[in-house]
């Protein structure tokens, strides 16, 4: 059987043939010969990169990066090995790993600038607020990162800076979201030198920073989810990669994406006590609420991040001590997957639905939650944008159907 689809117009009887590739894609553009477009909004059925970074099968709930199973990173590498397998194609080696974490772990930041930034907002400002204009800040102090858009070499080059300053902006947005002072800036891993900088966790630090290093793990890259097609539409525009990475982390502060952690547990607190989710399923399936952390795009059995993420929550939690919260999360997630409203609709505890347990278990205030989805993210986002760079694109501009008047004058009297 040929490698192609004949696609016939019934209104003109005209069939074009269109060459299928070994993935089931075909270039969508060849519908112009027809005079058609495909409309999909949400892209549901519309791929707009080839990668090489993140695989997901969703029916299966596989998530590996560069080939390598999501659950073995968690448990065997560290964030920034991770962060070096994205960004590099493979795992280093040991003396790479410590020429890699020596440049970001020591990296020279500009934290007298990144300070400033932080503290120039309001108190109760939303710690995403600041890290989102943060990324725009450190692009103007960049000013390299426009010629750094056509040269791999420089763009690589900048990476360990760019974690860097991720490490400060974030930790330093959280410390001064909760009235703190920013901290200390070493640490043995990327996780630990992150808490030590916020100022969070401190009191048992190793049990935490190794929970937040795996933490960091599952969220590095997911391949193309609304923040990565933002890094990349936005870097389409060959704009550089400190703005590209502001237009990113904005897409992810919305609720349905890395806003749902903290979306969660509000709801959870909510919620309040375990007698009440009967109560509450109900109005999701009346659909005045909706159960976030529940659901997702890919994954239609179930999320493999929410299944490490478990085994986290009962490692902080046991030096911690218990959160009832925990207990309506369970509940919660028992009674929805037997429930013929979520079951049909394939809906699964997502990434979102524990995570945020850990993050208080840690020390953590729900409104830090989405950086710290956010900070190891930029390594996924800023991977995706190398790797468009280094390869064919044009600038993405989609199609609109109009359904607006047609041309119409302008009243000479408008009275
Ligand atoms: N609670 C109740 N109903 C839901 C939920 C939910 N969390 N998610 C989906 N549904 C229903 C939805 O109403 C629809 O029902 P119907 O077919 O009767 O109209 C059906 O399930 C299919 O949903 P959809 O909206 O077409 O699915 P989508 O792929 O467009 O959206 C999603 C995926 C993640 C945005 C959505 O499931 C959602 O809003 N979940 C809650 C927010 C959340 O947890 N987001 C984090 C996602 S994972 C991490 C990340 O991406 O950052």
Redesign the pocket.
Known sequence: MPDSLSITDNRTGKTIEVSVDGHGAFPASELKKLGLLSFDQ?LLATATARSAITFIDGEAGILRYRGYPIEQLAEKTSFLEVAYLLAYGELPTAAQRSVFEAAVLGAQVDTARIRKHVESFPAGSHPMSVLISGYAALGAAHQEAKAAVHDGEARKAALPTQLAETLQLGAYAIAASIGGTTGATSGATFAEQFLRTSGVGAEQLEVFARALEVLFILHADHEL?AGTNAMRAIGSAETDAYHSLAGASAALYG????G?NEAVLKMLAKIGDVKNVPDFIEH?KHRDE????????VYKNFDPRATVIKSVVDEVLAVSGPDPLLGVAQELEKIALEDEYFVS?K?YP???FYSGIAYKAIGFQPAAFTVLFAVPRTIGWLSHYDEMMAGEFKITRPAQVYIGSDERSVPANRG
Not at 290 to 297: A, V
């Open positions: 949400p989810n609720p349905l994406h890395g749902a999701v909706k159960l976030m952390g529940f659901g997702h795009r609709r809906l997502n990434v979102d």
